[in-house]
Every structure is written in C-alpha cells, then in structure tokens.
C-alpha cells in the first residue's frame, strides 16, 4: 500500500493515506494515539456487528464511542487513515488474506486494539466525511474469525446463522477453514517513559472496611515513594467497635492523612465520599490490600505525562499468600519480564491499581452507586471514561501485589449474598424486592452494567451463548444433568435480569 509521508515539528515521522487536515498532524502525534482516522464518519460506525458471535458484551469495543470529537475506535477505514512510521514497522502491515481490502483494514484495527497494545483513534474532521457502503462477505467473515479466534467460535456463528443460510454459510466456512492463516500478535513496544514534569499533585484514594492494619501497610510503602503522594483518603467501614486508633496518625507519614468513617457500606459510596475529598492533580485508587514498589506514584504520572493520556490500570499481581511482600513482587516482575511491556488501550478498569486526572473524575462525577453490594463498578468507571472520549491505557510501568485477605474488605456484602434465609443481609441492589428462593445469577449488578451499554441484540445473542456453554461446553457425560438444571438455571437468569432492569429504571445514582 502506498503511503504518504508527513514529518512533525519534533520531527516524527507519520504516513497516511487520502487526504488529512495537515493542520491536526502535530496534536495529534502529541498523544496517545498511534493510529488516527475519521471512519465513524464515513460509514464504518459500529458496523462488523457479527463480531458479537464471538464476545458477546464482553468486550467494550463492540460499540463505537458516539458524540466525540476524538474516541478509541478500531474500525479503520484504509483508504484515509494516519499511522506513526515507528508503528506500522513494528507491524505486519494489513492482512492480504481477506477479499475486500476493507476487511483488510477492520482486521488491522481489530488486531491493534485488541492484540497488539496499540491506540486508534477517530478524530472528527481529520478526513472528509463521507459515506461507505460497508459489505462483508461470508468467505471474509468466516476467515476474520478462523484466524483470530478458536475454532469453536467460526463453528458457534455456523450454528446461530439457521437453517436457511446453512447452504452458503457453511461453503464459506469450509473455505475458511482451509485457507486462513492464524493471526500472530506482535506487540507494539511501549515508549521510554519521560522525566517527570512539573510538580504534580497527587491524592490517594482507599476504600476499607475491617482492614486497618492492611491500609497501614499500604501507607507505610507509600512513605517510601521516589514521589510523594499529597494527601492518602481514607473512607473506611469499619464498625466503630472495631476501630483501632494507632492506625492512621498523621503524625506517622509525610503525608496528610484524611480519615472519614463511613457509615452506609458500600464501596462506590466510599470512593465517591473519597472523591469530594481531594485536592490533587491526580487521583490513584487503590484497594486496601496490595504492596506497591518506591516508583509506583511516579511511575503512573510519568506514563500519563508521556502519552498524555487521562487515565491508566497499573499491572496487578495475585500474591501466593497474604504474607508476601514487595520483594515477593519483584521475584515474580523478573518471571514475566518478557511478557510485561506492553502499554495500549486498556479493556479494563481496576479500582485496585489505577491512576486519573482528577478533572476527568469530576467530569465522571464518580461511581454509579447501583452497583455496591455487587461486582462491576469499576469496569463501569473505566468505560465512561473511553465513553467521554478519554484515553485509558494499561501501564505495565506501575505494578501491584494483591493480597486478597481471605476476610474483611466490601466483597463481604457480597458473601453475604449466597447466603439464605433470615441471616442474610439485604443487598443494596435488591432495593424493595428481597430475594427469596431463587437466587439470582448471574450478579444482577453485572447484568445492569451490561443493560447500561448493550444493544438489545446483543444481549439475546449473549443469553443464548452463555446457556449454550453452560450445556454443551464441560463434561459430555453430565449434559443429561446439566439439561435438568437448565429451567432452574433460567430462572436465575430471569431473576437477575429483572433486578437489573430495576436499576436501570431507577437511573444512575451517586449519592
């Protein structure tokens, strides 16, 4: 494919492809992105919707990012698109497997995004707007998916494509499976992190409930940083009886060290008290139970600076025990060395081991308290970030050893949500509708995320996959029971979709 060049004023090379608005150039090699088009406006958006065979509502990326001037997008158009030439020679170029050189380019797009810890990004007004008819054929499809995915999932689409397509569908199918090659990701080398500039402020985020003596600790290492943090907030449930008044002095740390007793538990609470609390230029939340290194805070602001990006997870590690300490987590950094670095868009947001502008926060308001008691408030917070047209990257650059203590913590509201019967604590999802003998599953916090951001097909199709598996993936000799189970097992399904859609009527809340 022949490639135009562009030289930057810091002198940076980008190649591109139709005809862009020069006068963007320089920004934008000022950023996070790697690749940058306008294909939302040129009739990509959200189209590929097959992909959905595959992830379901498991991937964020499913669904275009509307209504931004600058949003991650993976749907590439080829014909008017800007990379940087240290990227795309680092890159196997596009695929010249598929029949249509669109293809081409949604499977560089995808593979970027997903595979390769790249950025794409649509920028409106970088190219002309204009509108593609976009067609896929069935050989095409077929290969996209024998190439990046297992073969169980080209074979799951056959089946849900019906009867009446069978003929042509299965044709291509077997083309594919013949002739694609499978994917090999290379990954995009992450940029040499830049001295740290200016004096930012930084405020430090803990949510706890009956943990005191893990929030020390973690303080303590934070006494130890190449960077110090401005102010630790620390929301803390902890039943007044329980309290223990040698933790959190802050005469002990150099550091101001903020204190507020939480009385309604629940962790979106916490952090959204927390957030009204700082004062800092950013803003890293943390769990209460990881170990961190001295260059952790610097580390996050460095890679924010150098991408200037709005938001990054830092790399979290599961300790072997709840006794292991940094050293620990340096032993087991040199085990993976080989597979650490790698920045990218992040597909995730960890309320453990993360970092974010505070103005970005603010504009978020903060977390979506329908979800406490539950799972999925922090995937929540980061996918309102890429909605608002933020950058939330992955940094491999400040990692964390989680301790995961096997008591104490928030998620005990959530153990207390297997439990039956007159001991059981009532959920703050369940609102005015306690759950009895069905137990919904799966959680209905998790279902109201997905509720929040899916389509209405989409949602079917992940139903009828999630039963799918749940009969024909494991042990062969137990379909028979499984079968059994399966009117029980809608059930439950039912019942966390009902709750969910009551969260969803009751709108998004953050106090």
């Given at each position: ?108 797009g995808y593979n970027l995004l997903r ?319 306690p759950v009895k003998s069905i137990s ?24 009828v996959k999630h039963f799918f598996l ?42």
């Amino acid at each position: 494919m022949p490639l135009k060049k562009y030289v930057t004023s810091n002198n940076e090379v980008l190649l591109y492809r139709g005809k862009p608005n020069m006068a963007l150039l320089d920004e934008l090699a000022n950023g996070a992105g790697d690749v940058w088009h306008s294909s939302l406006q040129q009739g990509f958006f959200n189209c590929f919707q097959d992909l959905m065979y595959q992830t379901a509502v498991y991937w964020w990326f499913l669904n275009d990012f509307q209504h931004q001037n600058s949003a991650v997008s993976w749907r590439i158009n080829t014909n008017a698109f800007v990379v940087r030439e240290s990227i795309w020679n680092q890159l196997n170029g596009l695929d010249t497997q598929y029949e249509s050189s669109l293809m081409s380019g949604l499977d560089f797009g995808y593979n970027l995004l997903r595979n390769q810890a790249g950025v794409p990004l649509n920028i409106k007004g970088l190219f002309p707007s204009e509108e593609i008819t976009i067609q896929i054929s069935k050989k095409d499809r077929y290969t996209f998916f024998f190439k990046n995915f297992k073969r169980q999932h080209p074979l799951y689409m056959l089946l849900r494509k019906g009867i009446f397509q069978f003929p042509s569908e299965y044709k291509a199918y077997l083309h594919a499976k013949k002739k694609a090659v499978k994917y090999v990701a290379k990954i995009i080398n992450p940029r040499d992190l830049n001295p740290l500039k200016g004096k930012p402020s930084v405020s430090l985020v803990i949510p706890t409930m009956k943990r005191q003596a893990y929030s020390q600790i973690l303080l303590e290492d934070h006494k130890k940083q190449s960077y110090l943090i401005k102010e630790a907030i620390i929301v803390d449930a902890t039943p007044e009886e329980e309290r223990d008044n040698k933790y959190y002095r802050n005469e002990d740390f150099p550091f101001e060290v903020v204190v507020k007793w939480q009385t309604n538990k629940g962790s979106c609470r916490a952090r959204n008290e927390a957030i009204d609390l700082c004062t800092g230029d950013y803003i890293i939340f943390a769990d209460d139970d990881i170990r961190i290194l001295p260059d952790f805070v610097e580390n996050h602001i460095r890679l924010l600076q150098t991408y200037n990006a709005d938001a990054c997870n830092g790399l979290d590690i599961m300790a072997e025990n709840i006794h292991q300490d940094v050293t620990d987590l340096e032993k087991r950094l040199l085990k993976i060395d080989d597979k650490r670095w790698k920045v990218g868009v992040s597909g995730m947001f960890s309320n453990a081991n993360s970092c974010v502008r505070r103005d970005v926060v603010q504009e978020l308001i903060g977390n979506d308290i329908n979800f406490d008691g539950g799972y999925g408030e922090d995937s929540d917070f980061g996918f309102r970030i890429l909605k608002n047209g933020g950058v939330l990257l992955h940094n491999p650059f400040s990692p964390n050893l989680h301790l995961k203590p096997p008591t104490g913590g928030y998620r005990w509201w959530s153990l207390e949500a297997k439990k039956k019967g007159k001991k059981r604590k009532v959920q703050p999802w369940e609102l005015d509708n306690p759950v009895k003998s069905i137990s919904p599953v799966p959680s209905p916090t998790i279902m109201y995320g997905i509720l929040k951001y899916y389509t209405s097909q989409q949602i079917k199709e992940w139903r009828v996959k999630h039963f799918f598996l749940f009969l024909f993936k494991r042990d062969p000799k137990k379909f028979p029971l499984r079968l059994i189970q399966l009117p029980y097992k809608q059930l439950q399904f039912s019942k966390s979709l009902k709750y969910a859609k009551a969260l969803i009527n009751l709108g998004i809340r953050y106090k």
